[in-house]
């Protein structure tokens, strides 16, 4: 099993920054990927940023420009750098990892989520 913890979450006015962070530990073969996802009430959950361990990145068109994903694998981390901030971007985030456990099977763990509060 793979334990998530995020931080970085909060309330911000609109144009700021905030920097999440995913650390995962427990019991893992190895993590082919971790990202971020969000959930707006209302909406179904959207991919907001993923990232491999080798690197390559994707975004969600809504936020290109404005967030930027990053990882320190040797720490099993991913961090997202959110600026310029909108109230649209106001949602819980969950953070994601794609493992593969000792067991040779795959696994998707999830983060109990962060809120993040764009408003004036």
């Known amino acids: 099993q793979v334990q998530l913890v995020e931080s970085g979450g909060g309330l911000v006015q609109p144009g700021g920054s905030l920097r999440l962070s995913c650390a995962a530990s427990?019991?893992?073969?190895?993590?082919?990927?971790m990202g971020w996802y969000r959930r707006a009430p209302g909406k179904q959950r959207e991919l907001v940023a993923r990232i491999t361990s080798g690197g390559s990145t994707n975004y969600a068109d809504s936020v290109k420009g404005r967030f930027t994903i990053s990882r320190d694998n040797a720490k099993n981390t991913v961090y997202l750098q959110m600026n310029s901030l909108k109230p649209e971007d106001t949602a819980v985030y969950y953070c994601?990892?794609?493992?593969?456990?000792?067991?040779?099977?795959?696994?998707?763990?999830w983060g109990l989520g962060t809120q993040v509060t764009v408003s004036s």
């Open positions: 994601n990892a794609d493992a593969t456990g000792w067991d040779g099977r795959s696994y998707a763990y």
């Open positions: 427990g019991s893992i073969f190895s993590i082919s990927a």
